[in-house]
């Protein structure tokens, strides 16, 4: 049974304990959510230009769409206002941002009616974060830049929750990845995407889904171990929307967190999130309890150019 906490109370112990049950949590609008989106709608539109964002890709080449994509992406991400913004945004739920770390937030496109599905505007197939070296305890938060709609959302599989699905992850090391596949090179995988992205190897039941639709300034938060995907976008509109993970240092320690129940990548993505207070990166002896061999052979921390 899956539980979608709707504005709860909850203290954020208490919401990663239901989280790591399988639960999800979706938030009415706050503050510093919105904040976060007006500055992001800004740097879109700067890109942009006078065309509308979420019609642009019917007046643009699917290279010119991915093109701009691929350089407003990294300002986006890197950007010194995103982590500021974050650390509101994790205070105003309720996160102890001493214990919290982030990883920088990611702004993801889909869209519409196939015309850009690979590379930097990735269509997600059904998958786990934890299939892509992402640690049990980490949490995903989610938001749309602009007003959702059913059709250009984003769907879970709650019943695959602690439900092992075959897949191929055990092809995934997260320092290949981030020593051969990531950087500007992906906005050119406009065609076809043959980087290796753990999948399921077997058909997975995408009915019954659940689509939770929060206004803008709201928020979705689920398991990084929730099987989720992106809903094939036929609303004629290309959707924007930013997520962040976190994770608790307590979690950490104690290894503690979603099942496991079907995860075969190696690596970890420990390294990469930064302390609420101090952008502090994780302690080197809690990193070493998530390592395995493979982190002797380099690209432990993808350095952007
Ligand atoms: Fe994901």
Redesign the pocket.
Known sequence: MTTVYYDSPMSDDERRARIYAGDLFVYSPRESVREYVRFTRDLIQSAFGTLDPEHAQDDMSVSDFATLLGDLKPRFIHHPDSKRHLQKIIAEFGCDLQSTYFDVPRLRSSTSNNYLTTGIAYA?HP?R?TWYSAPQCQI?WWTPVYDLDARNAMAFHPGYWNHAVANDSDGYNYYEWNKRYRGPSVSKLISEDSRPLPRATETVQLEPQLRLICPVGGMIVFSGAQL?SSVPNDSGKTRYSIDFRLVHVDDVAGKRGAPRCDEQCTGTTMRDYLRGTDLARIPAELVALYDDASAAGGGLLYQPA
Request: glycine share 0%.
């Open positions: 997600w998958h974060d995903n989720h």
